[in-house]
């Protein structure tokens, strides 16, 4: 089965596997497990950040990082489609008891002037019945933009901007290592606009479990605690934390590959009748297309593609297929050759239709 649902389906490699095995271990939640302590070494010397903290997964860093910037009732500013709105069963809600006011945008990107829309509604009543916009999240890449890329002056500005009024700000930066291969922008340069920022190493870059989020000491050390209610401590976590390092040293460069196959298989799905390409030009690893005029819902294109033997995903009325490094130009070939199946038994079937 070809996997193109997401890069969240990578395998750790053989080599991936045998530095996970050899790895040092000791208590992670007392901070003296030394693979991890090595990890946020790294990691934080990356983004430019004073501190950082290990977690298993990408979701428990914006609850902490939601939670260690607000206080209940107040307001996070985040874009109408971010994963942290739409992705996350409404966790923020839950753990911090917060409002989320979303940003218009066409594809994750917003500008000053949509964030300031955004405050003023806000602001709408006096300030006794207002909540209190506290926090602005933005993500990097933006998933359900199509692995879109904030350019460092257009994340510059609206970060200077929501700090100018009086904001703290947060990066979901799940595929951030994406958007530095793709941008040829340091990690470091990104994250030096906003307060707090993670990085997932369960995507692109391969490793099977692993987030780090990273600011300042004093937001590290108040993070940690809430790390520990959410029940996010660990025991001998280097054994994931080594797979983390493999990553860093072995698996950042080679996303360009991941962005070109990605390009590569968008620019195919061009030429088969009946796709429609939602951005004939992906900026990384996200490719959406929509299937309608082939005459089929999503879950029944689906449903054929994988008796064919490639695995998709469906995301609101989009077809999204993801590149990553468990998927060869030969794979996508396969894919291609798949979908063109599907795509002219369906033309068959909408002319007998029709006849």
Same mark, same amino acid.
């Given at each position: 089965?070809?996997?193109?649902?997401?890069?969240?389906?990578?395998?750790?490699?053989?080599?991936?596997?045998?530095?996970?095995?050899?790895?040092?271990?000791?208590?992670?939640?007392?901070?003296?497990?030394?693979?991890?302590?090595?990890?946020?070494?790294?990691?934080?010397?990356?983004?430019?950040?004073?501190?950082?903290?290990?977690?298993?997964?990408?979701?428990?860093?914006?609850?902490?990082?939601?939670?260690?910037?607000?206080?209940?009732?107040?307001?996070?500013?985040?874009?109408?489609?971010?994963?942290?709105?739409?992705?996350?069963?409404?966790?923020?809600?839950?753990?911090?008891?917060?409002?989320? %006011?979303? #940003? /218009?945008? $066409? &594809?994750?990107?917003?500008?000053?002037?949509?964030? @300031?829309?955004?405050?003023?509604?806000?602001?709408?009543?006096?300030?006794?019945?207002?909540?209190?916009?506290?926090?602005?999240?933005?993500?990097?890449?933006?998933?359900?933009?199509?692995?879109?890329?904030?350019?460092?002056?257009?994340?510059?500005?609206?970060?200077?901007?929501?700090?100018?009024?009086?904001?703290?700000?947060?990066?979901?930066?799940?595929?951030?290592?994406?958007?530095?291969?793709?941008?040829?922008?340091?990690?470091?340069?990104?994250?030096?606009?906003?307060?707090?920022?993670?990085?997932?190493?369960?995507?692109?870059?391969?490793?099977?479990?692993?987030?780090?989020?990273?600011?300042?000491? %004093?937001? #590290? /050390?108040? $993070? &940690?605690?809430?790390?520990?209610?959410?029940?996010? @401590?660990?025991?001998?976590?280097?054994?994931?934390?080594?797979?983390?390092?493999?990553?860093?040293?072995?698996?950042?460069?080679?996303?360009?590959?991941?962005?070109?196959?990605?390009?590569?298989?968008?620019?195919?799905?061009?030429?088969?009748?009946?796709?429609?390409?939602?951005?004939?030009?992906?900026?990384?690893?996200?490719?959406?297309?929509?299937?309608?005029?082939?005459?089929?819902?999503?879950?029944?294109?689906?449903?054929?593609?994988?008796?064919?033997?490639?695995?998709?995903?469906?995301?609101?009325?989009?077809?999204?297929?993801?590149?990553?490094?468990?998927?060869?130009?030969?794979?996508?070939?396969?894919?291609?050759? /798949?979908?063109?199946?599907?795509?002219?038994?369906?033309?068959?079937?909408?002319?007998?239709?029709?006849?």
């Amino acid at each position: 089965m070809i996997l193109l649902t997401s890069d969240t389906e990578t395998k750790p490699t053989l080599a991936m596997r045998q530095a996970i095995a050899t790895a040092e271990v000791g208590d992670e939640q007392k901070g003296e497990d030394p693979t991890v302590n090595q990890l946020l070494e790294r990691v934080a010397d990356l983004l430019g950040k004073e501190a950082a903290l290990f977690f298993a997964c990408g979701t428990i860093c914006n609850f902490v990082a939601i939670k260690t910037h607000t206080r209940p009732a107040d307001v996070v500013l985040v874009e109408q489609m971010a994963h942290i709105i739409r992705a996350e069963s409404g966790g923020a809600a839950m753990t911090s008891g917060v409002l989320m %006011e979303p #940003i /218009a945008s $066409a &594809r994750g990107i917003f500008t000053v002037n949509a964030l @300031a829309q955004s405050l003023e509604r806000v602001a709408t009543a006096p300030y006794l019945y207002s909540a209190i916009p506290r926090l602005l999240c933005v993500e990097q890449t933006h998933n359900f933009g199509g692995g879109s890329v904030w350019r460092l002056n257009e994340l510059r500005e609206v970060c200077e901007f929501s700090q100018q009024k009086g904001l703290a700000t947060h990066m979901d930066g799940a595929r951030l290592l994406n958007a530095v291969v793709a941008s040829q922008t340091t990690a470091k340069d990104f994250a030096g606009c906003v307060d707090s920022v993670w990085i997932d190493f369960t995507k692109g870059l391969g490793a099977p479990i692993g987030a780090v989020l990273a600011g300042t000491r %004093e937001f #590290i /050390a108040e $993070a &940690r605690r809430y790390k520990h209610i959410f029940g996010g @401590a660990m025991r001998q976590a280097g054994i994931v934390a080594a797979g983390c390092l493999y990553a860093l040293d072995h698996h950042v460069e080679r996303l360009q590959e991941d962005h070109d196959n990605a390009t590569y298989l968008a620019q195919r799905l061009s030429e088969i009748e009946g796709i429609t390409l939602r951005d004939p030009k992906p900026e990384t690893n996200i490719v959406f297309f929509d299937v309608s005029r082939l005459g089929l819902d999503n879950a029944m294109f689906l449903t054929l593609l994988q008796q064919h033997g490639v695995k998709m995903g469906a995301v609101g009325h989009s077809i999204r297929a993801v590149t990553h490094l468990d998927v060869s130009r030969a794979d996508l070939d396969f894919a291609l050759d /798949a979908i063109s199946k599907v795509a002219k038994s369906s033309s068959h079937k909408i002319r007998e239709i029709r006849e």
